[in-house]
């Protein structure tokens, strides 16, 4: 069986310790069951900069982790280096599913708070229920045939989705370059910072506590050719005020992306390479300043 995204991996981790492996890593304690819903956190390094962001679901033998394929490789390397000697298992087991997704439509717009429900099936498939800013959507991992109406991961409309209801992601191309109160993780759930320790906890934890954000998540549209993942965003004297966190086409020369930035640049004319940009809303509250250093 093969996946039907390029774009997307799926890493399986089981394990006697598997549970608690998960929650000295991630900046959010993984769900023990599906029925506990799945989770957006980030897998983090020693100076507290997200490398990976990745969606988490507990499934009968372990936890499946959704993430960006130029990343596995990495991340699962890198997880094998944390294990010693606990009883856990990680492998790539993007070959075993289908991924998909559907997104949400107008009429979704009532049931919000479907957001984080995991339902499965006899069949062994798993539908994630996202809030996709219009309204939920899902992202179903199918073990059989895979829906018939679903779109891949990596598809536009699903991308723009991701990208209105203000979802950062990680890739590698902006790997390490944000601590996760940048992406606005705080806001979104996907950070505790009562837990116990994880890589970069204690400087997440300071600069939550005594800092304040100067760099956050911002929502934009652009015009022109498409930016990429990394790029840098500057102002008119050509200051780079941010970068590219990820971006979707809508129609030919023009779509939206999320972007990190200055705060106190959002609102003034910015560019990217050959694109211009607009400030857009984001479909959930921030501040303007708080407790976490930008």
């Given at each position: 069986m093969s996946s039907e995204v390029t774009g997307y991996a799926i890493l399986h981790l089981h394990g006697a310790d598997a549970g608690d492996f998960?929650?000295?890593q991630l900046t959010l304690n993984p769900p023990l069951t599906h029925e506990e819903g799945h989770v957006l956190a980030a897998w983090c390094d020693a100076k507290g900069r997200a490398v990976c962001t990745l969606r988490i679901?507990?499934?009968?033998d372990g936890f499946l982790l959704i993430l960006p394929a130029d990343l596995a490789q990495t991340i699962q390397q890198r997880l094998r280096m944390y294990i010693l000697r606990a009883q856990v298992e990680v492998r790539d087991a993007t070959a075993h599913w289908h991924l998909s997704a559907l997104p949400g439509t107008a009429d979704a717009a009532e049931t919000k708070q479907v957001d984080g429900i995991v339902s499965?099936?006899?069949?062994?498939?798993?539908?994630?229920?996202?809030?996709t800013g219009g309204g939920p959507g899902e992202v179903l991992l199918s073990a059989g045939t895979p829906d018939a109406n679903a779109l891949p991961l990596d598809s536009a409309a699903w991308q723009l989705a991701e990208i209105d209801a203000?979802?950062?992601?990680?890739?590698?191309?902006?790997?390490?370059?944000?601590v996760p109160q940048m992406l606005n993780l705080h806001w979104l759930g996907g950070i505790d910072f009562h837990?116990?320790?994880?890589?970069?906890q204690e400087v997440i934890a300071r600069l939550h506590f005594r800092g304040r954000l100067t760099r956050r998540l911002f929502r934009m549209a652009w015009q022109g050719q498409q930016p990429?993942?990394?790029?840098?965003?500057?102002?008119?004297?050509?200051?780079?005020?941010?970068?590219?966190?990820?971006?979707?086409?809508?129609?030919?020369?023009?779509?939206?992306?999320?972007?990190?930035?200055r705060i106190d640049s959002a609102d003034t004319a910015l560019h990217c390479d050959a694109a211009e940009l607009s400030l857009l809303d984001l479909p959930y509250a921030t501040e303007a300043a708080t407790t976490a250093d930008g």
């Amino acid at each position: 069986m093969s996946s039907e995204v390029t774009g997307y991996a799926i890493l399986h981790l089981h394990g006697a310790d598997a549970g608690d492996f998960l929650r000295a890593q991630l900046t959010l304690n993984p769900p023990l069951t599906h029925e506990e819903g799945h989770v957006l956190a980030a897998w983090c390094d020693a100076k507290g900069r997200a490398v990976c962001t990745l969606r988490i679901v507990a499934i009968a033998d372990g936890f499946l982790l959704i993430l960006p394929a130029d990343l596995a490789q990495t991340i699962q390397q890198r997880l094998r280096m944390y294990i010693l000697r606990a009883q856990v298992e990680v492998r790539d087991a993007t070959a075993h599913w289908h991924l998909s997704a559907l997104p949400g439509t107008a009429d979704a717009a009532e049931t919000k708070q479907v957001d984080g429900i995991v339902s499965s099936s006899a069949d062994g498939d798993y539908r994630l229920q996202i809030d996709t800013g219009g309204g939920p959507g899902e992202v179903l991992l199918s073990a059989g045939t895979p829906d018939a109406n679903a779109l891949p991961l990596d598809s536009a409309a699903w991308q723009l989705a991701e990208i209105d209801a203000g979802l950062p992601e990680i890739a590698a191309a902006t790997a390490g370059m944000f601590v996760p109160q940048m992406l606005n993780l705080h806001w979104l759930g996907g950070i505790d910072f009562h837990k116990g320790c994880y890589p970069g906890q204690e400087v997440i934890a300071r600069l939550h506590f005594r800092g304040r954000l100067t760099r956050r998540l911002f929502r934009m549209a652009w015009q022109g050719q498409q930016p990429a993942p990394g790029d840098d965003i500057t102002d008119a004297a050509g200051k780079r005020q941010g970068s590219v966190l990820r971006a979707g086409a809508a129609a030919t020369g023009h779509g939206r992306l999320l972007a990190v930035l200055r705060i106190d640049s959002a609102d003034t004319a910015l560019h990217c390479d050959a694109a211009e940009l607009s400030l857009l809303d984001l479909p959930y509250a921030t501040e303007a300043a708080t407790t976490a250093d930008g």
